[in-house]
């Protein structure tokens, strides 16, 4: 079972997602320039809206290099001596290497990022107490570390408790058994149309300059674009059961979480000079059953372009409502159970899509969480 999105999505003029050269991101698709937001923006944008949190009711997983840091916080009690501490920081220094990655030369973090949930950090956290005597012993600290970090490692293989961590997967190169297949696909979100990308020039004023100087305290350039998205997401919902360790109930909450927050979050990149916080103007769910995943980018292969005074957001949502309908014609429904289209405007012509058309996000979500399994994957 596979839970599609796709989402029409218009931004007033931006700079959401930048590239090394602090311009707003972008590709050529269909022989022309479209603007861009890159998957991992998304994902980032989605995991840590409050509402995802707030709806699977657990802790999001922690993406750091601060590992040693982060278990010395949790292992030094009020009242632990010098000598405690960095008997305690010799053993996390020789623990985390055999656990996840090698440290920097520092020795204060890893060489990698990782990307560890609440309970993991917590069982690790635990088994260190239970052994801390043999780990504090110089006699048997490297035999200790080694089949702990063994024994963990076995322990969480192939699950996680963090539902962001289910969704979006991680690879550790170093400890391959700590690696999770991630359960959900974010396409880069491209724009249905061509771009241009435009320059704001700015200046700035030093309130404190004498009367007779003239001229600004600085001045810059900020590139930005003003774009119609079409965004896509497949979730494979066999594999997030799995990767959730068969917790069916996180699964099903994880889902709604992630509808939620994708239609919520937003990503913050120069929001505060463009406050570009516009909502989807269109969101279609599809929860199939089996078979080949459809992205609908290309309905947009041929950049749509405004129509009159119809703007963007209506030929983008024709296009996809068309192609739609295309490929139902061509491959068929068999495997689709359920459709849900909510449209900001309900008097957006749908033809393909108008018996599966919702008033509501709330009957939009409860359309594909009841198609969900309750009790197995």
Same mark, same amino acid.
């Given at each position: 079972m596979f839970i599609e999105l796709h989402m029409i +999505?218009?931004?007033?003029?931006?700079?959401? *997602?930048?590239?090394?050269?602090?311009?707003?991101?972008?590709?050529?698709?269909?022989?022309?320039?479209?603007?861009?937001?890159?998957? +991992?923006?998304?994902?980032?944008a989605i995991r840590t809206s409050p509402?995802?949190?707030?709806?699977?009711?657990?802790?999001?997983?922690?993406?750091?290099?601060?590992?040693?840091?982060?278990?010395?916080?949790?292992?030094?009690?009020e009242g632990t001596s010098d000598e405690e501490q960095e008997q305690i920081t010799a053993v996390l220094t020789a623990f985390v290497p055999q656990y996840a990655s090698k440290l920097e030369s520092s020795g204060e973090k890893t060489a990698v990022l990782l990307y560890l949930g609440q309970a993991e950090v917590d069982n690790v956290v635990?088994?260190?107490?239970e052994n801390w005597e043999d780990l504090s012993n110089d006699k048997t600290q490297e035999k200790t570390v080694k089949q702990?970090?063994?024994?963990?490692?076995?322990?969480?293989?192939? +699950?996680?408790?963090?539902?962001?961590?289910?969704l979006f997967g991680r690879m550790l190169a170093e400890?391959?058994? =700590?690696?999770?297949?991630?359960?959900?696909?974010v396409a880069h979100a491209i724009s249905t149309h061509r771009v241009t990308m435009e320059m704001d020039f700015y200046t700035a004023v030093d309130d404190l300059n004498p009367e007779d100087t003239a001229g600004a305290g600085m001045m810059g350039f900020t590139g930005f674009d003003s774009a119609c998205f079409y965004r896509y997401a497949r979730i494979d919902w066999k594999q997030l059961v799995s990767n959730l360790n068969n917790d069916v109930d996180l699964a099903r909450r994880t889902v709604e979480g992630f509808l939620r927050a994708a239609t919520a979050a937003?990503?913050?990149?120069? +929001?505060?000079?463009?406050a570009a916080n516009n909502p989807p103007d269109f969101a279609l769910a599809v929860v199939r059953q089996d078979g080949m995943g459809w992205s609908l980018a290309n309905a947009f292969e041929q950049p749509v372009s405004?129509?009159? *005074?119809?703007?963007?957001?209506?030929?983008?949502?024709?296009?996809?409502?068309?192609?739609?309908g295309n490929l139902c014609r061509a491959y068929g429904k !068999?495997?689709?159970?359920? /459709?849900? %289209?909510? %449209? =900001?405007?309900? !008097?957006?012509?749908? /033809?393909?899509?108008?018996? %599966?058309?919702?008033?509501?996000?709330?009957s939009w979500i409860r359309a594909v969480v009841e198609a969900l399994p309750a009790g197995e994957a």
């Amino acid at each position: 079972m596979f839970i599609e999105l796709h989402m029409i +999505q218009n931004f007033a003029p931006a700079n959401l *997602n930048r590239d090394d050269t602090n311009n707003p991101k972008d590709c050529e698709f269909g022989g022309v320039r479209r603007a861009r937001i890159s998957s +991992q923006c998304i994902k980032r944008a989605i995991r840590t809206s409050p509402i995802f949190e707030k709806t699977t009711g657990v802790d999001i997983g922690k993406r750091t290099k601060w590992l040693v840091d982060l278990l010395r916080k949790e292992l030094v009690a009020e009242g632990t001596s010098d000598e405690e501490q960095e008997q305690i920081t010799a053993v996390l220094t020789a623990f985390v290497p055999q656990y996840a990655s090698k440290l920097e030369s520092s020795g204060e973090k890893t060489a990698v990022l990782l990307y560890l949930g609440q309970a993991e950090v917590d069982n690790v956290v635990q088994a260190l107490r239970e052994n801390w005597e043999d780990l504090s012993n110089d006699k048997t600290q490297e035999k200790t570390v080694k089949q702990l970090a063994k024994t963990l490692v076995k322990a969480h293989k192939g +699950q996680t408790s963090a539902p962001d961590i289910a969704l979006f997967g991680r690879m550790l190169a170093e400890q391959p058994e =700590l690696g999770l297949e991630a359960a959900c696909q974010v396409a880069h979100a491209i724009s249905t149309h061509r771009v241009t990308m435009e320059m704001d020039f700015y200046t700035a004023v030093d309130d404190l300059n004498p009367e007779d100087t003239a001229g600004a305290g600085m001045m810059g350039f900020t590139g930005f674009d003003s774009a119609c998205f079409y965004r896509y997401a497949r979730i494979d919902w066999k594999q997030l059961v799995s990767n959730l360790n068969n917790d069916v109930d996180l699964a099903r909450r994880t889902v709604e979480g992630f509808l939620r927050a994708a239609t919520a979050a937003v990503p913050s990149g120069k +929001q505060n000079s463009f406050a570009a916080n516009n909502p989807p103007d269109f969101a279609l769910a599809v929860v199939r059953q089996d078979g080949m995943g459809w992205s609908l980018a290309n309905a947009f292969e041929q950049p749509v372009s405004a129509r009159g *005074n119809d703007g963007l957001i209506a030929p983008s949502v024709a296009a996809l409502d068309t192609y739609w309908g295309n490929l139902c014609r061509a491959y068929g429904k !068999d495997t689709i159970s359920r /459709e849900a %289209a909510l %449209a =900001l405007n309900p !008097d957006l012509p749908l /033809e393909a899509l108008a018996e %599966a058309k919702v008033d509501t996000m709330e009957s939009w979500i409860r359309a594909v969480v009841e198609a969900l399994p309750a009790g197995e994957a």
